[in-house]
């Protein structure tokens, strides 16, 4: 029998982990990024990079590469790659499982305001101070006529797009809460605007902010893909295991 292969489609540590720990569990895991980071986390899954051409695109490789189950482990406002995903696995009948992060909640200290999207963050912005870091670089022209400083952190080098006049930071996390607060302070951060991805690598920001007594303005996930999910890496192996039909008594955890 030829070894089962996974198809993790990824761009998120989770799904590194996740692929690593098929590979180490013997199974033939391909990790797929959308290839816009210039020198993405090794893995020992086989890398593949950039779109697949849509849903369909995504439906002739599931059928050209035999896979036998796929795993959604994209970031979780990824949403037309893990739409095209449900539409592509459907079309082609292949068991699809998304990993879904945990939601950040709220602690004691914690200033959250959750908007829908960057529109609204513009509307609450004015009334937060002057200094703003931003932690995405994508979908900020809703900020182009606010009259306020803006910082703008992205992983890779490049613009804040639609706000030209932003500065730009370069750093890619995982970040520790120790130098978010102290970067915040030195810029003399007023507050924060961020994706509420949710999971643990994003969070020093928030922490950052609680000990500042800063605001956080958080963008609301949008509606994740439809079911099964898995919460973590070990529930995402027994599905693929009892998906597959594997040995359950096998290794399955990392
Ligand atoms: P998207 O809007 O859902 O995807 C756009 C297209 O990128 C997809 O249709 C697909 O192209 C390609 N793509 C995305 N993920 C892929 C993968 N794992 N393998 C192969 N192709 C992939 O998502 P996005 O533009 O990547 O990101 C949307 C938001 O998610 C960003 O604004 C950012 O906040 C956040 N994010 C994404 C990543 C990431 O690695 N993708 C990482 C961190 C944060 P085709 O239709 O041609 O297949």
Redesign the pocket.
Known sequence: MSTPRVLV????QE?RVLADALVAGGIDAIL??????SAPAASAARA????????E??AAYLRAESIAACIDA???????????TVAACTAAGVPRLAVLRPEWTPVDGDRWIFVDDAAKAARLLPAMGRRIFVA?A??LAPFAALDLDFLVRR?EPGPAEGLPGAEVLVQRGPFARDAERALFAARKIDAIVA?A?GGDGARAKLDAARNLGLPVVLLRRPTPPPGPYAGGTNEALGWVRATLGLDPGAPSSI
């Open positions: 489609l990824g761009g998120t799904a797929s990024l959308a290839g816009r980071t593949r990079s950039g779109g697949f051409g849509g849903a695109g995504l994209t970031h979780p406002f990824a949403a037309r790659m893990s739409a095209n995405f994508d979908g992983a994706k991805s």
